[in-house]
């Protein structure tokens, strides 16, 4: 199951509430909308609490409700609503892999591969390193095959690049955010092919 | 106004109609699902599909689209039928259409709408989603996989009930409503849910599996579990009524029904009195009416009338008050009273114990006092109005007495009298804003009528109605509200203390020190009976209750559902119940009862029949008169000055559940009691029904 759906076998933790930094951060989001519609900032808080703890459990979503004046049925329909909210917890590094099609032709297959030899789980699986998930379009076909890790994209991947790549994370290791074949942006692959001088 | 044409009619509304709205008041009907007049719009089920011209070339939903100048409409072209059929065959496709086991089967719009306009087979040959059912509560059952998303119960939950708890989560093909933790809807007004649902999704738990609605006779009456008189219609089958339902009243309970008026009818079958008793050796004994009578006869004979004394229920209908009234007059008695709760009125004037704005009145009001009642258990369907009132955000409330949550805001003022204390002389800022508002209203509970110091408390009312203007040309802001059925009919027929007569505290002392021999219970169950000392007591009512229990003769009457009767509402608008079945066992309609009475002892009302009866009511009072117009009440200070205890005002409803001897006896009543009141929410396993 994705990590967008609760699981049942989790157990809901009895509290919970923003660090004084975090409360600081949101204080500045709540600021930002008129008096009587603070539950505007319900998306921003929901993602601050997803980032302190890793995940949204239910207490979390009850003290976001709380906090803004709104009913909790309503913070839970927003959370649910939006696929990039975790009701669960994940592993350190939350991989998500694009394997629609222009993934899939350009080898999502072998990055697949490449995951589950390094983190030893398949799609839908998760352990303390690694949540290995399968994920609709990311939106970023021009550099297919694609990986989004956290917040950031992996792009032009083989599995030989990505294998690499995860086992830098495993280890600790610094890594290149971005194309793994040096590509700038989306540009074509090897360097410009027209247009190559001014006019 | 702009000017339109659907289906060739020309028609004219208000900017800002809608088309389906305007189609309906040429009786055009545009089927619908999501749509539901007293909710918010939300246009996401598509089954109100119109062609619209000018416009673009596709089918508009007709409940979110605004008429237009010379807008065209077609309703039944073949674009229309087109686009109806295409939402039909898709809403279809994630139905189980299990209609045979589904309890919404004959009166589901799903299903005739389906017939109007589905296809007779089924193109989809994929998965069927399924959906796990939800825990909402001991009223409502849940078959989620049914659900068309119509989210009218979410608008319903969050808009009119005011307890936010339903909600639809996920997305696409995942979107369930559900309750998110399992948890019962927090509201006393959850069993309308079930009335909205267009499909069986959402189904009576206590009504479960019990009867398809074609075999139902189905019985137009009054509510009689609080004073508001909500229009009902009572479903039975055979001798046993099955089910209550509201009935459209805008000017009572528009469509709405409290959860005690719909659900506590299993308690009509419970502790029923279906025999009459006579007590022998200290043990009530099963015996004839003969034998019943005759004991009272007995004892009557060797009491002369100053001994003899009668307290009337809550739920006494207005026509055997009158005769019990008569009866005892005639016997010599003056000692009546029909405030078992012994509120203070002042019972020269019925304004002074009568909703006067009218319960309509509400949605103009904008600005509400409310002293000394907690209207959400007192009566559901009229705080609803309120809150409807409230989310116009042209009113403004203040509460004076306990601080609950009545689904709205207000601005709490006090507990206790002195609150009202403040209003009165100008010094609360509340004072200001009901000086200042049009149409100001004051709403006077129970509990700030039934106390020791009721009189001052009144008077202290009646100078805030003074002081700030409630009552003026065409307005009068000074409303009572009752919590029982009977009361204002009793109040309105006399059923009160005449000259040297003893009210009900005199009555209980009476019999407690033994100048009163003979007391007669017409229903009163809710007076402390040990006070009734060696008193003999005769107790007429349908239901085994504290005043049977304490009888020295019991007469089996028949509940509401088993008689025609009369009841003023707390407006003193007057309505009747119908007979739906037939009174239990011996049991006779109440009237009757007294009327046989009566002929034993000697003293024959001349009443033979229901019309007579009502004959007498109307040369009582003219209110229980259809034909004649009741003279408007001149407003006068109610009440006596006095000294006032500074002790906070107390709702008598502890708990909205069980509030008489009907909803005492009922099943389902006591496991909302558990999980409502004693806050014991744990679902039940399948095993438990
Ligand atoms: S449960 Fe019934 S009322 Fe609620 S959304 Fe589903 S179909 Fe509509
Ligand atoms: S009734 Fe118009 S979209 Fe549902």
Redesign the pocket.
Known sequence: MSSHYPDPNVPQPETFAFTPEVMEQAKVFIAKYPAGRQRSAVMPLLDLAQRQVGWLSRAAMDYIADLLGMPPIKVYEVATFYTMYRLRPVGKHHVQLCTNISCWLRGSDDVKRAAEEVFGIGFGQSNDEATLEEVECAGACVNAPVAQIGDDYYEDLTYDNAKALFQALKDGKPVTVGSQIGRQTSCPEGGPTTLKGDA | MPKLTIDGIEVEVPAGTTILQAAEQIGIEIPRFCYHERLSIAGNCRMCLVEVQPGPPKPAASCAMPVAEGMTVKTNSPMAVKARKGVMEFLLINHPLDCPICDQGGECDLQDQAVAFGYDRSRYTEQKRAVQDKYMGPLVATE?T?????????RFAQEVAGAPDLGGVNRGEHME?TTYVEKAIGSELSGN?VD????G??TSKPYAFNARPWELKKTESIDVFDAVGSNIRVDARGNEVLRVLPRLNEDVNEEWLGDKSRHAIDGLRRQRLDTPYVRKDGKLVPASWQEAFAAIAAKVKTTSGAKMAAVAGDMADAESMVLLKDLLTALGSRSFDCRQDGAVFDLSNRLSWQFNSGIAGIDEADAILIVGSNPRWEAPVLNARLRKRYLTGKAKFAVIGEATDLTYKVDHLGTGPDALKAVADGSSPFAAVLKAAQKPMIILGMGALTRKDSAAILALASQVVDSCGLVKDGWNGFNVLHTAAARVGGLELGFVPGANGRDLDGILSGAEKGELDFVYLLGADEIDTKRLGKAFVVYQGSHGDAGAMRADVILPGAAYTEKSGTYLNTEGRMQRTARAVFPLGEAKEDWTIIRALSEVLGHTLPQNTLVQVRDRLAAVSPVFDEDTAVPAGKWGAFGVAGAIDAAAFESPVKNYYMTDPISRASRTMAECTEVYVNGNQKRKTGTHG
Request: proline residues 6%; glycine residues 0%.
């Open positions: 989620m049914r659900c068309i998303q119509c989210t009218r119960c979410v409503i849910l909205l649902c267009p499909v999704a959402l």
